[in-house]
């Protein structure tokens, strides 16, 4: 059978391995498995959001209220903004595929950093588009500046704080770039770990405001399944002006976030003290992770975010490391197929953390 020929040139997105894989792969007990692949919250939820959720569980026989109106209202006064400027997908991913294909046609360029989330590729190809990617690892605003006027692209990525690498933009820098790109081209800032930005340092903060005020080619992403722990939940958000929305709004299926899930994330938007906890045990624990490559001698990559990228020397390998740590029930990120010889690993509790440096010393 012949499929759309934009097809042929994707590769299919790998997610981090699921604890029931290992369970069933290796007959590791589900209790000595440990997952630190996918960034999520190692504390779970918010315990307000278990009780409003199991509270609504008995009705789901309704559809979900398609203006998500309870949801919105909560992130307007977040960020003091207004709700028809805010579009909710199931995940922030798929608000990145309702923007490439609102805005990229086939031929058009996109433009991304050298590494840098996957999605962005997948999505950008699925439409027929081409991807120009920056030389630097780091996001290189000089460089993305030249790319651009060279290249003219429909829509260019700004992954900040930066998975899989955990590097953040100077937020001065970032906004003195988007003033020089034209209306005409979409700028998505990515803010998927910003909360974790934010706790560390405030010269990396973007807010969606500052975005609405100043440029109304840009987006903000935002998501609930990092910090905020609602990863299986599913529900991310898009912050623009009003005709970027609407455009949106043009490609969203009816329905597209449960019930359940609008309850999950406005009742989290309720709780900033699950959230700062998170954080404060992140940047503490971060910097056993610090130590701990110097001991080592490994090289870590400053990180802004909820995870660590752990640069493996010569003679190391990184896709042997995350297949033997995942024979022992220890599921971290290979980072080769990104084309560095690393592995990412998200920050745990105390003890996920003690059992992962128990584990890596003995294989390094
Ligand atoms: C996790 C992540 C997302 C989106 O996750 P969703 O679960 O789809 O909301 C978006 N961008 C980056 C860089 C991420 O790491």
Request: hydrophobic share 40%.
């Amino acid at each position: 059978m012949e499929f759309n020929k934009h097809l042929a040139d994707i590769k299919s997105y790998e997610a981090g391995k699921p604890i029931e894989l290992v369970v069933r792969e290796f007959g590791i007990d589900p209790k000595d498995i440990v997952k630190l692949a996918s960034n999520e919250n190692p504390f779970g939820c918010s315990q307000k959001v278990q009780d409003a959720v199991s509270s609504i569980v008995k009705n789901m026989a309704l559809y979900p209220d398609d203006s998500m109106l309870k949801l919105k209202n909560a992130l307007a006064k977040k960020y003091d903004i207004e709700t028809k400027n805010i579009i909710i997908g199931s995940g922030s991913d798929q608000v990145i595929e309702f923007l490439i294909h609102a805005k990229a046609v086939e031929n058009a360029t996109v433009l991304m950093n050298s590494v840098t989330f996957a999605m962005y590729e997948i999505y950008a190809k699925q439409v027929g588009a081409k991807i120009v990617r920056t030389a630097s690892q780091e996001h290189n605003m000089d460089e993305f500046y030249e790319l651009y006027k060279e290249h003219k692209p429909s829509v260019i990525f700004i992954c900040t704080p930066n998975n899989p690498t955990g590097d953040a933009i100077d937020a001065q820098a970032l906004k003195e770039f988007i003033a020089k790109i034209d209306d005409d081209t979409l700028v998505v800032i990515d803010g998927a770990y910003m909360e974790y930005a934010i706790g560390k340092d405030k010269s990396k903060k973007i807010t969606p405001k500052e975005v609405l005020e100043g440029f109304n080619n840009t987006i903000y992403l935002g998501t609930f399944s990092k910090a905020y722990g609602l990863g299986g939940m599913r529900v991310g958000y898009g912050i623009a002006s009003e005709p970027i929305i609407e455009a949106l709004y043009k490609l969203r299926p009816p329905f597209n976030i449960t019930t359940l899930s609008l309850e999950a994330a406005s009742v989290a938007l309720d709780d900033e003290a699950f959230v700062e906890m998170s954080i404060e045990n992140n940047f503490k624990e971060m910097k056993r992770y610090e130590e701990f490559a110097r001991t080592h001698s490994l090289k870590i990559i400053e990180s802004y975010t909820n995870f660590v990228t752990l640069c493996l020397n010569e003679g190391q390998n990184s896709s042997l490391l995350a297949d033997s740590l995942l024979k022992k029930g220890m599921i971290v990120r290979n980072l080769s197929g990104y084309g560095l010889n690393a592995i990412r690993v998200t920050i745990g509790t105390p003890s996920q953390n003690d059992r992962f440096f128990e584990l890596t010393s003995q294989l390094l």
